[in-house]
């Protein structure tokens, strides 16, 4: 599976950016997808993930500004960020858990998109 994110940016405090990310993937089935990001000198942590039957989560510091949504015809997955903060810069990365005969169950990653939240 190959992912493809893009939509980062600059931005100002409380303004928005949309990020995208479209997998190729044309063996496999794909479970769930999402969004983690890493600050810098911080660890990569999750910000949202969607399950092929629509459950969401979302970790608490993104809750209410941040909308994850999933095209699954399309393999696609996106993430509106609302109400950006500085503590919102991060890289980040487009995640796929995707399954496929023989191969099996594993997760891919994307190649990550700079978002810098800064006046």
């Known amino acids: 599976v190959q992912l493809q994110a893009s939509g980062g940016g600059l931005v100002q405090p409380g303004g928005s950016l949309r990020l995208s990310c479209a997998a190729s993937?044309?063996?496999?089935?794909?479970?769930?997808m999402g969004w983690y990001r890493q600050g810098p000198g911080k660890q990569r942590e999750l910000v949202a993930v969607?399950?092929?039957?629509?459950?969401?989560y979302y970790a608490d510091s993104v809750k209410g500004r941040f909308t994850i949504s999933r095209d699954s015809a399309k393999n696609t997955v996106g993430l509106q960020m609302n109400s950006l903060k500085p503590e919102d810069t991060a890289v980040y990365y487009c995640?796929?858990?995707?399954?496929?005969?023989?191969?099996?169950?594993?997760?891919?990653w994307g190649q990550g998109t700079q978002v810098t939240v800064s006046s």
């Open positions: 993937a044309s063996i496999f089935s794909i479970n769930t």
């Open positions: 995640n796929a858990e995707a399954t496929a005969p023989v191969i099996g169950t594993h997760v891919y």
């Open positions: 969607i399950t092929s039957g629509g459950s969401i």
